[in-house]
Each structure stands twice: as C-alpha cells, then as structure tokens.
C-alpha cells in the first residue's frame, strides 16, 4: 500500500504545471476567460490537494460577482457560527440585469390562479452541497463550477446561460463543514496518508456531520428547527428552483449514486411525473457525464423520496425535481479503498461534471421542468379536494408561545393560515376566535401543509414500502399544539401575514407576592431569568385562589409563586425583574393582596414549595445529537446553561455543582458509576436518556423504576453517516421490502400524560402523542411513577407492522423514581427529537425545575 502512495503523490507533482488543473476538471471543455481569476490562483494550492477553507471560498463568490457580469452573489442568512449563508447566481449578463423580473415571472407558477405561459421563462437551477459537514467533496466541487460557468467561452455554456439562473450554495451546513475541513486540514500528512486508520479520516471529539448543534440539517426542511434551514426556506420561496441537487457522500468503497430511488420509496401525494419523466431527464445527462470519464455509479438501489425533510425531496412538494447525489467518502485528499485508491479529486470531477450535467439537462428540457411546476401547484388543489377533510382547526387557549412558533412553522412553508372567527367544537375540543386560526386544505401549499398534519390519509404505506428513515414526519404532533380535521366549511377571518404580537406583563405592583401560571411553553424561560437574577421562586403543589389586582384568580398546581420578602432584592428590582420576565416568555404576572387564600392552600403553605436554581450537566456519552438537541433547547430557547461534560471529567468534577444530570448513554466506569449514585441521594436529579435508561433504572431502588430495552432499531437521533443509511437501506433489498415481523419505523402512537405528576405542571390535557423508535418500553414496577405510556397502541401516523403496533400498548415512554432525597427520570423516547418535538421538552423542563419526585398532590 505505501509504495502506491507513493506513486499517487509523485503522479499529483508530475502533472502540477500551470494548467493542470484546468486539464483534469476542465480538459476539453472550451477556452476559460483569463480575466477571470481560477480557483488555484485565489486558494493558493490545486483543488483537491487540501480542502478549502469557507470563509474563503464566500470570499472568492464576491471576487467572481465583482469581476464577471455573469454572476452576483446574495446573502441570505447567517449560521449560529456567524457565517454568512450565499448562494452565487450564475446567468448570463442580460439576465442579471432582469433577475428580479424573471424571479417575478417564476413565481407565477407556484400561483395555480396566474395564467402565465412557460415558454418566455428561465429555468432554475440550484446547486447545493456539502449539507453534511464532513461529506467534504461538495463544497470544494462548488469552486470549480462557479469559475467554469463564469470564465467557460464555450458557445454550448454561453447559450444555456441564457435559458438559465444557476444558483450554487457552496455549503448548505457552514459551520458543519468548516469544522471538518478545519479537522481534515489539521491532519493533512505530506505526503498524503490513504491509511483509511489514519486519524485525519475519523472525527474530532464531536462529529462533522451536524451543525452547531449536531443537528442534521438534512433531515431539518420541514422542521425548521435550526436557523440555516429557516434562512434556506425563505429563500426556496423566492426563486422554486426547477432542479434541486443534493450532494452528498456514502462509504468509501461505493461508487456513485444518483436518482432515481427505488419505486417503493415514493410518497403518492407526489405527482409520477417527478419520478417517471425529470429524474429520468436528469439520470439520462447524469449517466452521460460520468460515462465520459469512466466514472461507476448506481441508481434506483437506495436512498428515498418519502418524505419532505430532505433537501432532495422538499423540491419535489415545490414543482421542481430534487435529487441526492452520493460519492464514495475520502474523509481526506486520498484514501485506500477496496476498489484502489480514491483521490479527493476524482470526487470532486464526478460531482463537477454532475453539476454542469445538470444545467444541460434543466435548459435541454426547460419547458418540461416550467410546465411541471405550473401543473404541480395546480393539481394541488384538485388533489386537497379528494380528501374528506376541508379545513383544519388549531390553537391553544392557554399557550400564546406555542401558537406563534407553529403559526410561524406554517408561515414559513408560505401555507395560507386565517384568524377563527367565532367559537368551535368538535371531538371534545372547543377553539376560541382570538387563540385559534383555520388553514383551508385547498392551497397551492397542499403537500406540506398535509404533510405537517399527515395522519397516514395520503402517504400510501404499504408492506411494501420501503423505510429509510422515520415513518412519520409530521410535526403538529411533537408541537402538541391542539387541532381538529373538519369535514365541513370553517368560516375563514382575516389572512395572517405574520405572526401575532404578544407581549407579558406584570398586573400591578405588590407588597405581599406575585404569581403567575405556568402554562406558556416559555414560561421556563421566564422563570429561570428570575432565578438567574437572584429572585427566590416557589411551585405550589396544589391550586389556590388569590384576590389579585384584577380580582379572584385561580392557579393550578405548578403555577410560580414569588413572595416579596424572602429576597435579598428590593421591591422595585423585583418588579423590574417580573416585569422583563413576564415578557420573555408571554405570561401574565398576577399582583396578590391577600395571602389568606379564597380558596385552596394559603400562600405560606408547605406545599408552596422554594425551588433551587437549576444547574444542568450533561454527561457526554457519544451520542452528540442527543446532547444538541437538549442543548438547543436549554440554552437556545430557553437560555438554561447546559455544561457538557466527558464521561472522563465526571470522574473528576464536584457534581454537587448541579442540580441535575442528564445521562445520554454509553458506559459508565464503575467510579463514575458510584459519584453519580451518591449524587442522587443527596438530592439530584437524573435525567437518563433511552441510552442510559438501563444503568438509571438499576438506580431506582428498591424496585426499579424501568429497564429499556434501548432503541432496537435507531433511525432517529444516532449520528449515522449516508453510509451507515444506505447500509440499512441496502439490506433492506434483500428482506426488508417486505415489512415482515415486529417492525416499525418512528411511527406516532397516542399517549396518555399522567396530569397527576409535578413533570406534567403546565400542561392542561392527558392527550398526547409520541414519537416511537422501537417496541420497547420502559418496564414498569412497583415504586416508580408512570409520567407518560401510549394507551391503545392506535397508529397515528407512519408505519408499523400489526404484530409491532400489539406491543405498545400501555407501553412506558416517560417514568420516574426516588432514591435517598433525589431522583431519577427515564426517557424512553428523546425528549426534543430533531428539536420539534416541543411537548415532551416541556415534561425535561419540568424534571430540571421541580424534580422527579411524586410530589406531595
Ligand atoms: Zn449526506
């Protein structure tokens, strides 16, 4: 192997004179525009030899917008890490004099009334890579098809330049890849080591593949749970590209993949034609390409076109085509393959040739992909009308947050929303004009506005269909937000444009106390600002009734009580302080007059009990998705600190510095083992993750408190690589096309929340869904609390097999125990998976502020 090496790096120095470069990438493609500066020229070294760096390559888009009047550049967002998110528009000069107009013109055909004919039109392609942070051969790819389709004098180029806007987003995950191309970099060895052992082809402490928080942003476009994605929907909207490319990377021995995916992957709500006749259009160009040069590729084997989470499948429920695109991983400029070696720089040829393949075919059959789009939006609306359902009904009366996040969710995703006007009830839910909004299912936005509300009405599962990730990915069921399907005509108020302000406040100033209700989804927010600032809060245990300055009020268990002595700050800070709280998170603070209650407990009960400030630890115990999405949670939405710890630094710290624990999985060392029992009994609370459910269960003595049997079947929040995906998908080649025996796949069960339990303050219903990963539940025994368990085992939305779905019923998803003076909470299911499951994120919350106890109700 080393003499190979060897022999592959005196090859890369024999052919670097000036224009190699030009001759690998470009060889036989045209004269290139010497005014234009090449890639090589700007970077400093061959593309391919070292991986570019991002800041970089946004400095070299604006170099390009600046010195060609083919090309201009938008910003459209910022990643958590600050980087700017740009996408380089790449047509030909006349057209980027008229861009707002032929965006105007585009758009037309997503507006199913305009009559507007396709044949004046551009076509839209978008280029976008490297969404998975170390599929690295993306980004680097995109340098070299941004200078050839601006310095390219190719007639061929020029003239399709003409018919089309190219849009090429270098990295869909900015801060993914910089921290792989920032690792990989670290670890480049001259010469270079194919050694696939080498550290540089492994990962740092955290994976490369997520964003700043771990989060895949691929599986993230209906969601919307992170800022790039949001940013990246926006800005979907403005143009509904006709082509969409996703570039991404498998396992090193593969070869190429592009679509089609397999027919038994296919959403029914999805017109055939994307399958039958674009991807068709595009696998024609694609094969073609990489015929020319020898490169291997496979289709129809793999990957999938389900649902809208991905950025190869949101295009397709907009009218335009998506596509994944897969090469074999380097994780390096070379790596040693069974297949040979496998040069960073063949990747980047493959998916160069791609990308211009793709521009060939989107203006070869322009008419096709704009009619496509036109006749998309329109069907849209006949289809909406073959379902029973006519309008849909949400809203919560009590949780003003929670309305606006999934108006928003639905603003975003450009779904016509409308104010209730009056009072309505159905299925033992009444909605109420002024907390509730209406959405027609006759919309241009149909597919996802069904697909956020799916409840296996049109997905057309069947035992054939074959699963590549989760079943169902509808998100009105993590949000918990309260809804009704209405078969009959809703009247419709005023159309949202945006989302309704909402603001908190403090009812008056009191000497005595202060409460308020702890049913908004940010009051958690609200009340750890106080606590931050050194305000002592209390939870009452059991309701009460206060005269208060608007007149009797009534709180429930787990309303905030805050006396006004008891602080070490002054009556005025404190009001201050209510007053930034109370509109932080929308809740109303309530001044009270009399601790002599009206009814129920008095304020100066023992089961008002003063809470501690939390101190919330995580214990690393690999799985980095797991601990992103806590930590979104915490400390993004609600500003709670998540310190992140290594299971080494745990053997070593004072865990007495915190008030709670959360366990995500892997081994505990028998000396961690016994500091975190110890900690327990003297008053934490752990927090175990289905990883750790097992270890944590042993702790709830003296029976124990559950006993997962841990995710059996992992589709959701492992750090999985296209890979380790594909594998799975793979072997469901052979056995898995048929859904056969106990089998399900993230699937959405009811379940019933015991309203009885302090880890259910805030919430006003026992109905609730969840999200399950496998049939396993959590074993229930004699001392332990059941928080949470599905009920009938009824499937709500996805897939699941009848011997599975026999498994869950009364299955345990959430349960509690004490031990000594702490305790113990188990999630059988993750709390926040992919950060919008809102509603069991409200139940950690609660573990965090109030503990695992029984309570004292
Ligand atoms: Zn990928």
């Known amino acids: 192997m080393k003499r190979s090496i060897v022999l592959f790096f005196v090859s890369l120095l024999a052919v ?5 470069q030009d001759e690998y990438y470009f060889g036989g493609r045209g004269s290139l525009n010497p005014d234009i500066p090449t890639p090589e020229s700007f970077f400093g070294f061959r593309i391919g030899t070292a991986l570019v760096r991002y800041d970089k390559v946004v400095e070299y888009f604006k170099l390009l917008a600046d010195k060609s009047d083919r090309a201009s550049l938008q910003v459209f967002g910022k990643s958590w890490e600050d980087r700017e998110q740009v996408k380089l528009f790449v047509t030909s000069p006349d057209n980027q004099r008229n861009l707002e107009n032929i965006r105007q013109e585009h758009i037309k055909l997503a507006d199913p009334s305009a009559s507007v004919a396709t044949s004046g039109q551009k076509v839209i392609v978008e280029l976008a890579y490297n969404v998975h942070g170390g599929e690295i051969a993306g980004t680097d790819a995109s340098v070299l098809v941004a200078y050839y389709l601006v310095a390219s004098e190719d007639p061929d180029i020029v003239r399709r330049l003409n018919d089309a806007v190219v849009l090429i987003e270098p990295s869909q995950n900015p801060d993914g890849r910089e921290r792989a191309a920032n690792y990989i970099n670290g670890f480049h060895s001259w010469p270079p080591i194919a050694d696939p052992a080498d550290v540089e082809h492994g990962s740092g402490v955290t994976p490369h593949r997520g964003n700043h928080f771990w989060n895949d942003l691929n599986r993230d476009w209906l969601a919307l749970a992170q800022i790039e994605s949001r940013n990246r929907v926006a800005f979907y909207h403005k143009w509904y590209p006709n082509v969409y490319l996703d570039f991404h990377e498998m396992g090193s021995s593969s070869t190429y993949y592009f679509e089609p995916s397999p027919l038994t992957t296919w959403n029914k709500i999805l017109p055939k034609s994307n399958y039958e006749v674009l991807n068709a259009i595009l696998a024609k160009h694609f094969s073609a390409s990489l015929n020319s040069i020898g490169s291997l590729y496979y289709t129809k084997e793999s990957f999938t076109n389900l649902s809208p989470i991905y950025g190869s499948t949101y295009p397709d429920y907009q009218g335009g085509v ?19 070696l496998r040069p960073f720089s063949k990747n980047l040829r493959d998916n160069f040739l791609i990308s ?18 036109q006749e998309f939006f329109k069907s849209a609306l006949t289809q909406a009308d073959k379902l029973a359902t006519k309008y849909i009904v949400f809203g919560s009366k009590t949780d003003k947050s929670l309305n606006n996040l999934f108006l928003e969710h639905l603003l975003q995703h450009h779904i016509d929303v409308y104010e209730l006007t009056a009072s309505f009830s159905q299925d ?5 004009a002024g907390s509730a909004y209406v ?25 054939t269909t074959t699963f590549y990730d989760i079943s169902a990915w509808s998100t009105v069921h993590g949000y918990g937000i309260p809804f009704v399907k209405v078969k009959t005509a809703v009247k419709e108020g005023p159309q949202l444009t945006q989302v309704p302000a909402v603001a908190g406040s403090v009812t008056a100033r009191s000497e005595l106390a202060y409460a308020f209700d702890y049913f908004d989804y940010l009051t958690p927010k609200a009340l750890y600002y106080l606590q931050d600032h050194g305000v002592k809060a209390r939870v009452a245990q059991r309701p009460f009734t206060s005269k208060t300055s608007v007149g009797d009020k009534s709180f429930v268990a787990g309303s905030i009580v805050i006396p006004v002595a008891y602080q070490s700050l002054s009556s005025d800070e404190l009001y201050t302080l209510l007053n930034e709280a109370a509109k932080l998170a929308n809740v109303t603070v309530y001044a009270i007059s009399d601790g002599f209650s009206v009814a129920g407990i008095d304020l100066g009960s023992n089961n008002i009990r003063v809470l501690k400030k939390p101190a919330v630890a995580a214990i690393t115990g690999g799985n980095w998705t797991s601990i992103g999405e806590l930590w ?9 600190p998540l310190v992140k710890i290594t299971p080494q630094s745990a053997e070593r710290v004072d865990l007495s510095n915190y008030t709670s624990i959360i366990l995500s999985g892997g081994q505990l060392s028998p000396e961690l083992s016994r500091r975190l029992t110890d900690w327990v009994e003297n008053g934490g609370t752990l927090i175990a993750l289905s990883g750790a459910a097992q270890w944590a269960s042993s702790l709830a003595t003296p029976a124990p408190a559950g006993g997962g049997r841990g995710n059996q079947r992992g589709t959701s929040t492992a750090d999985t690589t296209d890979a380790a995906a594909s594998t799975t998908a793979q072997r469901g080649r052979g056995g898995l096309g048929g859904n056969g025996g106990s089998r399900l796949n993230g699937i959405i069960v009811h379940a019933e929340l015991n309203l009885s339990h302090p880890l259910a303050y805030g919430f006003t219903s026992k109905d609730f869904y969840t999200l399950k990963n496998s049939t396993s539940g959590l074993r229930q ?8 368990k599905t009920t009938t085992g009824e499937l709500v939305n996805g897939y699941a097999t009848p011997e599975a779905l026999s498994e869950l019923t009364d299955n345990v998803v959430i349960a509690s125990a004490t031990r000594g003076r702490g305790s113990i909470v188990i999630f059988g299911e993750s709390p926040t998976f992919r950060g919008y499951w809102l509603a069991p994120g409200r139940i950690l919350t609660n573990a965090i502020f109030f503990g695992g106890g029984s309570g004292n109700r």
């Open 16 to 20: 670097a004179h000036v224009h190699a």
């Open 632 to 640: 979104a949670l915490l400390g993004n939405t609600h500003h709670i």
């Open 356 to 373: 211009i393949a793709a521009v060939r075919a989107a203006t070869d059959e322009k008419d096709t992909f704009l009619k496509h789009q």
């Open 781 to 788: 025994t004699g001392s332990s609390n059941v928080v949470l």
């Open 322 to 340: 998506g596509t994944t695109l897969e090469v074999g991983s380097t994780s390096g400029v070379v790596i040693e393959t069974a297949a040979g």
């Open 439 to 463: 959405v027609p299912l006759r919309q241009p936005q149909f597919r996802v506005l069904q697909s956020i509300f799916e409840e296996n009405e049109t997905n057309g599962f069947s035992d």
């Open 428 to 432: 033992d839910k009444t909605f109420e």
